[in-house]
C-alpha cells in the first residue's frame, strides 16, 4: 500500500513569509503527527491531529499551527518565517493515536528559510 | 538533563561485521517503550524495532536485536552481518506517559558508515 507523503519535498521562503506543507496519511490511518528535525536539537515534536482533532502538542510558538482534514490528511503552516525555522519536517502516520503504535513517516519536508 | 542519549555521533564497521548502537535512557515511569529507526540519506524514518518494559525477552527483527539492559536503562541496537545498505543514521526513541500525554522522545542519533 502507498506510503505517507509529504508535499512539497523541498522548498525555499524568506524570513517573514509563511508556508504550507502537507501529508497524506497511509490508508486509514487516522493519526498523523509532524515533527522539526535539525541537526542540533534532533527530532522535535510539533503536534497529533487525529479525527480532524488535536490530540498532543510540543513546545513551539503559536506561528505554527495545522489542521487535519475528514479525508486524514493533515497540513502544517508556519507563519513568519524566521531563520531558525529551516528544517527537515517530518510527518508520521498512525492507526492509533497518543504514540501507541508504530509510527510510518514521510521523506519529509525540506524547508530552507534565507 | 537528556531523556536519551546516544553517546555514538558516529561509527564504522566492516561489511558483513556485528555493530553495537549504544543508547541510555532516563525515566520514571514504570511503563515505557524504547524504538529504534534508521533514517537514510531521503529522509525517511524507518521503523527497525520496539521493546516494551514488560517485555523480558529482548526484542528481535531479523538481523536487529535491541540488547535490552532494564535496570542500567540501556536499550542498544545490535545489527548482525552489517550491509552496504545499513549505512544510515540510527534514533533511539523513547515513548513514555499514559493516555493522550505519551510523547515519543529522541535521541540525536548516530551516524553508521559501513566499509565494504
Known amino acids: 500500500k502507498a506510503g505517507v507523503t509529504q508535499t512539497p519535498r523541498y522548498l525555499i521562503k524568506t524570513r517573514g513569509q509563511q508556508v504550507t506543507l502537507s501529508c497524506s496519511p497511509i490508508?486509514?490511518?487516522?493519526?498523523v503527527s509532524w515533527y522539526q528535525q535539525t541537526p542540533g536539537q534532533g527530532l522535535q515534536f510539533l503536534f497529533e491531529?487525529?479525527?480532524?482533532?488535536?490530540?498532543n502538542k510540543g513546545n513551539f510558538p503559536g506561528r505554527f499551527s495545522g489542521r487535519q482534514f475528514s479525508n486524514s490528511r493533515s497540513e502544517m503552516n508556519v507563519s513568519t518565517l524566521e531563520l531558525g525555522d529551516s528544517a527537515l519536517y517530518l510527518c508520521?502516520?498512525?492507526?492509533?493515536?497518543?504514540?501507541?503504535?508504530?509510527?510510518?513517516f514521510g521523506e519529509g519536508s525540506r524547508l530552507t528559510v534565507l | 538533563a537528556q531523556k536519551i542519549t546516544q553517546t555514538q555521533p558516529g561509527m564504522f564497521v566492516q561489511e558483513k561485521e556485528a555493530v553495537t548502537l549504544d543508547c541510555t535512557y532516563d525515566?520514571?515511569?514504570?511503563?515505557?517503550?524504547l524504538f529504534w529507526y534508521k533514517q537514510p540519506s531521503s529522509g525517511e524514518m524507518i521503523f527497525l524495532i520496539y521493546?516494551?518494559?514488560?517485555d523480558e525477552q529482548n526484542a528481535t527483527e531479523g538481523r536487529y536485536s535491541l540488547n535490552f539492559q532494564k535496570a542500567r536503562k540501556s536499550a542498544n541496537l545490535v545489527i548482525s552481518a552489517s550491509q552496504l545498505g545499513d549505512s544510515a543514521m540510527y534514533f533511539c526513541?523513547?515513548?513514555?506517559?499514559?493516555?493522550?500525554?505519551?510523547?515519543?522522545?529522541w535521541g540525536l542519533g548516530t551516524s553508521l558508515a559501513v566499509n565494504p
Open positions: 521493546q516494551g518494559s514488560y
Open positions: 525515566t520514571s515511569d514504570q511503563s515505557y517503550g
Open positions: 508520521a502516520s498512525s492507526l492509533f493515536y497518543s504514540n501507541t503504535g508504530e509510527l510510518f
Open positions: 526513541a523513547m515513548r513514555e506517559g499514559a493516555g493522550n500525554n505519551r510523547k515519543l522522545i
Open positions: 491531529y487525529f479525527s480532524e482533532t488535536q490530540r
Open positions: 490508508s486509514g490511518h487516522r493519526s
